[in-house]
C-alpha cells in the first residue's frame, strides 16, 4: 500500500469517527457507538503509525533479479530499516539496499555487506576469506562459488589478476586509503548470494557509505517466503 491510498484510508475513518461523534443517531446505541468509537481511534492511531514508519523508518523493496537468489527469489517483497543505517554503519554479512553507482541506474540495489572499511577480503578457487578468516557461507548455493578470483591489494581491487578500472568503477584514488590491502575508510565491498550472476561490486568497485539505504531485515511476500533475513 502507498503511503497515499494509507492517508486516505486515515482521512475516511476520522471521518466516521467525527460523524458518529457529532450525529448520534448514525449509531442510536449509546454502548455500540462507544464500541465504534474504540475500534475507529484505534484504527486511526496504527494508521498514522505505520504511515510514520513507512515515511521514516521501514520501506518496501521488490526483488528485481535472481542476483539474491536462493537467499530472495525474484518478485519477493521485503522490508528495509531506513533508520538503522542513520545511527549506526552497516555490518559484515548484513543483506543492504542502497542506491547503486551512477553508472548503473537510479533503481536500487540489494546485496551482501562483505566487507566493511579495514576489512582485507579475497576470493580464490570459491573460497572467500576476510581478515584471514574462510567464510562459511551458507547463503550460496552449492555449486555456485564465484568462478572469479578478487583481491584488495596496491590501493585497487584486482579480480582475475586485473585491477579494476577506477574510470568505469567506484575505487577512490590512494589518497583516500589508509592500507593498500584493505577496504577504505567510508566505503564497503557489495556481493550477490548468487555469485556468478550478479552485477556487484567484482564489477563496478567499492560503495561508498552514503549510498546505504536502509538494511533487508523481512521478506512479507509471497507467504511461502515470510521471514526474517539472517
Not at 76 to 101: C, H, M, T, W
Not at 103 to 120: E, N
Amino acid at each position: 500500500m502507498s503511503p497515499g491510498a494509507l492517508l486516505l484510508i486515515i482521512g475516511l475513518l476520522i471521518v466516521a469517527r467525527v460523524v458518529i461523534g457529532v450525529r448520534p443517531a448514525t449509531v442510536p446505541d449509546e454502548k455500540q457507538r462507544l464500541v465504534v468509537r474504540e475500534y475507529l481511534d484505534a484504527f486511526v492511531v496504527a494508521g498514522i503509525v505505520a504511515l510514520v514508519l513507512m515515511q521514516f523508518v521501514v520501506r518496501t523493496f521488490w526483488i528485481p533479479s535472481g542476483s539474491m537468489e536462493p537467499t530472495l527469489d525474484i518478485n519477493d517483497v521485503l522490508l528495509a530499516n531506513e533508520l538503522q543505517y542513520r545511527v549506526s554503519n552497516p555490518k559484515d554479512g548484513q543483506i543492504a539496499v542502497f542506491a547503486p553507482p551512477p553508472q548503473l541506474g537510479t533503481t536500487d540495489f540489494i546485496k551482501r555487506v562483505m566487507a566493511a572499511p579495514g576489512d582485507t577480503i579475497s576470493i580464490k578457487d570459491g573460497v572467500v576469506m576476510r581478515n584471514g578468516i574462510k567464510l562459511d557461507e551458507p547463503y550460496v548455493a552449492r555449486g555456485n562459488r564465484p568462478n572469479y578470483d578478487l583481491e584488495i591489494k596496491d590501493y585497487a581491487i584486482y579480480v582475475d589478476g586485473m585491477p579494476l578500472d577506477p574510470q568505469r568503477s567506484q575505487v577512490p584514488p590512494k589518497s583516500a586509503w589508509q592500507a593498500p590491502n584493505r577496504v577504505p575508510a567510508g566505503y564497503y565491498l557489495m556481493l550477490g548470494d548468487n555469485r556468478n550472476d550478479s552485477d556487484d561490486g567484482h564489477l563496478w568497485g567499492f560503495l561508498r557509505r552514503d549510498q546505504f539505504v536502509g538494511h533487508a531485515f523481512f521478506v512479507f511476500w509471497p507467504p511461502k517466503h515470510v521471514g526474517t533475513l539472517k
